[in-house]
């Protein structure tokens, strides 16, 4: 039996993703070392990530061909399952919804949703859906890996992730993915491919962007 087309991508990604499970803001997270600053700029800037990805699933609903694919995509945009984690995170990190609120999306943040909305935009459902899956796919796979953090904030982030929040959405994206992979045809499955390792990349970014603290090079 051939393996699903979400598989053949991510093992495609696979160099990409083994990076990620190395980053050092991940090691450092898990072993309680990071600079809190590091991660209070990451939770913010995942508020803002957040934003964009629902603005991604409501185009792709929009685009939607039946009605299977309204239902699971519209359970996608009315489950917003890390919105309360985000809640949660700004309570233990003394961060208010406002100042979160006032906070710039970060140059790698806002390259990244935009290459989610270009997906979704110029493209149909299953490149909406390859742009997507990376992120809850990979937060998934690092929920699985990571360990217990001694940290009080970082061990109830990683708490919630090794649960398995992100089981089911990350089933449903892919179902998704090989659904439009097989009924795409050729010029379809190579933009889901395109967008999928391109999202690969952005998430390796993202790490990146937030254990360095990335800011716009020009001050206003």
Known sequence: MSASFSAELRQEAASIWGD????????????????????????????????????????????APDTEAIRQLARRVTTPVERP?????????????????AANASPTNLAYVNH????????GVGE?????????????????????SPHPVYGRWVEAYSSGILEES??????????FGVEGGPAVRSAMREAFLASSRYEHMFWSMAYSQEQWPVAL
Not at 38 to 48: A, C, E, G, L, N
Request: proline share 5%.
């Open 20 to 63: 990620i499970m190395e980053h050092p803001f991940l090691l450092e997270l898990q072993r309680g070392s990071l600079p809190v600053e590091s991660f209070r700029y990451y939770v913010i800037q995942d508020y803002h990530y957040m934003e964009g990805f629902g603005r991604v699933v409501s185009i792709a609903l929009s685009k």
């Open 116 to 123: 989610m909305l270009t997906a979704a935009s110029m493209g």
């Open 85 to 101: 984690l985000h809640s949660r995170m700004f309570d233990l990190l003394g961060v208010t919804e406002e100042e979160a609120e």
């Open 170 to 179: 990350t089933a449903a994206w892919r179902e998704l993915v090989d659904r």
């Open 128 to 148: 909406a859906a390859a742009a997507i899956l990376p992120c809850p796919w990979s937060y998934h796979e690092i929920g699985r890996q990571l360990q217990p």
